[in-house]
């Protein structure tokens, strides 16, 4: 097993490398259809980045060149970092979850699931880096279809003995935890977990990390001064390891394989923040029961050996130094990131992911009361998760992230944490680079907006989200609808003072609150000013609701798409790319096959006897697309399925 999986990971890293180094083209590297949709917002903006732009012919050839054995020189790698972060601190990205069941006897009952998660970078301007991931991503798409065919095979011909049937369900699930997100190294780990009945559940995770900006798998080698004296510093860590005890005889053995890649091993590393840490998965180096072995070698412990350069973690003492390239600089990067799953007793597994910013190099009044603010959000609502999960218990609240956009000398910051009521907790901040307060008159200025313009466009945004149709209802609540319909679009509730921020695509977006007859009565969430976008690509982001199979016209061998209600009509043909997200029922399939399949697709997959598509097309359906100037779809983003 151990060495099957050495091996898989040497191929990808190849392949991973040889992708980046042949230049990369977002558009022509589909990334992942899945059937079901589960998506988790992991510090990711609210809109996603242009799904076919290309990596300039500059970057193609800079990563053609790159020479394998190493990252370009410090100068160089700093100034790539310099000139991402002209953009952005901090690359944001989302993870959408992909899963396929097997189901038993009735509707309640479930015999196998396998499950992977994909990732996608919402910062414009990381194409490479999206390439490579996109590898990543079909692999894990792979690993899991193999699992499930390999165990629908084995249930269809009645494999399992009596024993075997009463340990189901079985699983097979790949989660993607990330570390790194700076626009130096980008670094993750592929955290996988079996279950096929035998005496405990297996896991290990692999360890991925890329040059950001070329988009290349780094190596190890790249990031020490001298490989074979790092080797003795690892060495004489694990030798001093306090389960060292536990380790199996020829634990050097198979140390030096990993490490140098003998026979097709692997060693498992991630440039965390402040250093690097490596581990060893359950029986690499010790028996099951010692749990991963793992080690962190921070850069200013071994400042002979490890290149700090790459190491950003000390930025917040930078801050202290006399440098000038530290001083007067706005840097958000990580105060807390922290990923994983627990198990409940019931056998349910909770995921859960917190990402809190810090801001840093600046020292500005500013800046320490929103440091002290997330500060006091991660004391009152992470930490006490934190300590349920030490404890062996799943939290309650499973997420916090955050995403930060630079634009137009504005910092745009903002953090969400989810809470057991299903609202979210929001927080808003935009600075200039001096690091002081920008008001939101200065932000609305970037998008030529005045005070009373921006008050319009957000009644009108709030309008369609309460939006009730008042048919068949009684008058009275009628009546209290339209009370809470005025509450909302009210000047007490719709006014300059709403929180604003940037978008990935650097368009305008706000926290706003709408009241509804159930729950709170009160909602806040982040809401996108239509139109505000300054995307890259020149492509504008809409939903629309097609409501029927009518509004989907076949003319000319392209389908006209009308959003109910209105006149506006979008053109879907061959050239309309599917991303991530979107079921194609089998492999891959062309755009105007896969639109075929859809509007034939009942919602209900028992209609049909395919008990493993339940997501076909349904009336009240919310398409999410990127159209050009001529109302040409050009990407088919996202579809929000009505239940």
Known sequence: MKKYINAAVSVLT??????????????????????TQAESSVAAADTSPEAESSASEEESEEASSAPSEALPAAEESASAGEAASEETSSIDYEITGYSRTYPGIDDEDVRFVSSAEFIRITTPGYEALQASLDELNE????????????????????????????????????ALNIERTDPVIFSLAVADSYWYGGAHPYSYQLGFNFDTKAGRAIELYDLVTDRDAFYEAVRTALSGHEVNAGFFDDWEDTLKKEYYQEEDYHLNWIAANDGIRIWFNQ???????????????????????????????GLPASKDSDSEESGDKLYVYDLCNTSGSIEEEAGYTVSYHFRLPEIGWLETDDIK???????????SEVDPELERIENGEAPVITHAGYTSVKWNGITSVRVS?????????????????????ATNEEVLALFDLTPEKFTALAKEALSERIDWSLAGISEDMAEELEKLREQTLGDDNVNIGLPLFITGEHGLGFIGG?????????????????????????????????????????????????????????????????????????????????????????????????AYSLSGFANGDILTILVDDTNHIKVLQEITYWD
């Open 14 to 35: 190849l392949a991973l490398f040889l992708s980046a180094c042949g230049g990369s083209d977002a558009g022509s590297s589909e990334p992942a259809s899945s059937e």
């Open 139 to 174: 692999l894990n798409k792979s690993d899991a279809d193999t699992a499930f065919a390999n165990q629908a095979q084995e249930f269809a011909a009645n494999g399992l003995n009596e024993y075997l049937q009463q340990l189901l369900p079985f699983s097979a699930e790949s």
């Open 283 to 313: 029986y690499d180096i010790a028996p099951y029961a010692a749990g991963p072995v793992e080690l962190s070698l921070a850069a200013a412990d071994y400042p002979e050996l490890i290149k700090a350069e790459y190491f950003p973690e």
């Open 369 to 379: 009361e929103i440091n002290d603010e997330i500060k006091k959000l991660k004391s």
């Open 417 to 437: 944490i989810d809470t057991p009521s299903d609202e979210k907790i929001y927080r808003c901040w935009n600075l200039h680079e001096d690091g002081t307060k």
């Open 514 to 610: 709408f009241y509804t007859p159930a729950g709170s009565g009160y909602v806040e969430t982040p809401i996108l000013v239509a139109g505000t976008e300054h995307r890259p690509d020149g492509l504008t982001r809409l939903d629309i609701n097609p409501m029927s199979e009518e509004n989907y016209t076949l003319k000319d061998g392209a389908y006209e798409v009308r959003d109910h209600g209105s006149e506006k009509v979008y053109i879907f043909d061959k050239d309309t790319v599917l991303i991530e997200g979107l079921p194609c029922y089998d492999d891959a399939c062309d755009s105007m096959t896969w639109i075929k399949r859809y509007l034939d697709h009942p919602s209900n997959g028992s209609a049909t006897g395919d």
